[in-house]
């Protein structure tokens, strides 16, 4: 799938709608060279607008301030960027006639209001701000802080870390390590091996599911919450307080270890089958299921791992 | 992947024909199960010295040859076969999450200092002889140290290569294996 | 020819570049007639010289046990093919920009969830035994047109409800099978669209996840009643689709 291409608008229909534009600057030259363009401008941007960032290789930078406008300066060693401004809506992307486009950099100030949206393919993503949030990489790194509303951030191999979001995380990953911090709102995270380490969460819904990933969640529990941690063949670690809690703790065969006395269900055995232990201690419910991964329930502040 | 069905070779020959690379890389796993016969000690013994222990070493030897298998169809003979495994088992060790927290929590314990010219001291064991031997002394070093050593001076790596593998300096790399023979030789001449 | 004459702090910066002969002549002439008059830096010469030769003799190490079988269990999963109800022509006239949430996906995916039970449970029963039991959608030959447009998802079939109940599977089959079929060959298109890391990266991932199938199975397999390893089973397919998903759904590199 390639890239969705912009139309380049021209420079009159700019001017009339965003009177607080600078002329955009935008070399390029339409032979077999190396083409090199650069956009600097800045653009209005009503509350609420979105700005969509796509490019395939290099970098985004992403920071907020509050004002109503969107700064843009952006270079692109070969490729040709494509920029697009209305009212409520900015995009910026970039596009190659001639194959390999090199490597792309934007630095971007929203609103901080805004909405935003970035892709990329290998580039970094790193942004600090905005309401609601979508970053999404194949193998880029994904590092995504200040967000007010909503956080989705998505890489098959690249890192991810979300810190500081307000209304709900949503992380989908293949093989990178996923850390969550200071993230308020239901959460769900999902990976294939990747890590998946939620700390100081505000939630009372959480879901995380991995196959052989492992797990560490260690944030506040909510007596009216629900919290299930899935994986095949990953480690489960949760830090957690018993009071309040009831827990759930099925594996096929790994081990459970835990902080809290825990009754062995009846009708599982140890060894083969499966093991189903409980705490009944009312409030939250607290589910971990393994096939084969270990679990452990620990008390918040009893740390057995580094970090 | 195609899967070949071959008849067993009844002797297995000490070094396996590059055929036996390409055969495996288009599936025929009794090809690969060759590729592992004569590949496996070099491989195991470069995962028991850079990870230092034994046990998690037979696991990550089999991480190396299950991933081996998966990238066999990568493989454009850019290299030698081996020195493309053994590559590939630096990596494997290297990126070890259980080895590392092990070690990470033998650091937080004391056992291991980065900064400054430390001997071995308490973490010694207690030796069966009064001289430690050099595998075990190369067991107990720190980390890094023994990571480098045992890439340079066992496996006969340049420390560019070195540098490379372990995303560090030259220099530095230069720098951890004087100091591994160091505390090698303090170790041994106890 | 520069007289140089080492003292011992120079000798322990020298001492590496001399074993690798790395020092010029002249430093090295000076290196070894300061360990001619020098007890200490002679004897560390000797020392790690002795240690650097020793290393490269070390002998190649046995594990205690033979490490085949394991390796081989992860690596040879034998493959059941289900039939396929041959490819439905995608409808390429389908775009979907691909930085909007796919709602109707989430639907065909759900869908596929559903199905891909009732699959296992077939495969399951037809073929008892085996812990390493992998089913496949039948190798249907990939598209060599490339793909940049989405296929259309038809709309959800009556949905399988709940594992235990007894689908009227046959027909039901058929459609969800090619679906991951589908799915399958979506990706294998894919590969050229994407760098050589990613592509590794999905592979390995995919064999975690058929590996873990594989593994619920079995378990399945031994307990079919365990409502629990119905599930283990169940996520372990939902990772698979949503893997499958999130590849299909990748921007190219180009």
Redesign the interface.
Known sequence: MCARVYSILCLAALMAATPALLPAQRHHRDDDADVSSRIDTTVALSSGGVVELSLISGEVKVTSWNRDQVRIHATSDGGLLQFDASGSRVSLSVRSDHGDMGDTEYEVTIPAGARLSTHSVSADITTDGGSDVEARSVSGDVTISNVTGRATIESVSGTLKATHVGRGLRANTVSGDLTGNDVTGDIDAQSTSGEIVLGATKSSFVRTQTVSGDTRFGGTVDRAGRYEFHSHSGDIVLAVPSTGVTFDVNTFSGDVQSDYPMTLQPGSEVGQKHMEFSINGGGARVTAETFSGDITVERPGHSSHED | ML?ATMDVVATIPSEEPPSDVARAAAGD?QA??RV??AN???V??IC??MSGD?AR??EL??DV???A???LP?FRGESAFSTWLHRLAVNVVLND?KTQ?RE??RA?AGDDDEDTEESYGASAPPSHADRMD??AA?ALLPPGARRV?VLH??E?YRHEEIAEMLGVTSGGS?AQ??RA??L??EA??R | MIDQLFTCDQFDAALSDYLESTLDPAARAALESHAVRCDRCRALLADVSAITTSAAALPELEPSRDLWPGIVDRIAAPVVTLPVAGRRAADRSFVRPWYLEPAPLAAAAALLIAATVSVTLLATRTSPSGPSTVASTGASTPDTQSVDSLPAIPAPAPRVKNVGSKPNVVPVQQIYASEIAELDSIVRDRRSQLDTGTVAVIEKNLRIIDQAIAQSRAALARDPNSGFLHNQLNNALNQKIALLRTVALLPART
């Open positions: 899967t796993r690969f199960e592992y016969r496996m000690q070099r195991f013994s028991v010295r034994r070493a037979e030897t089999q040859f299950v991933r298998w998966e990238k990568l999450r927290g990470r929590s937080a050099l595998e190369i050593f001076d066992v006969g230069k294996l004087h023979r160091l090698l030789r041994l001449n």
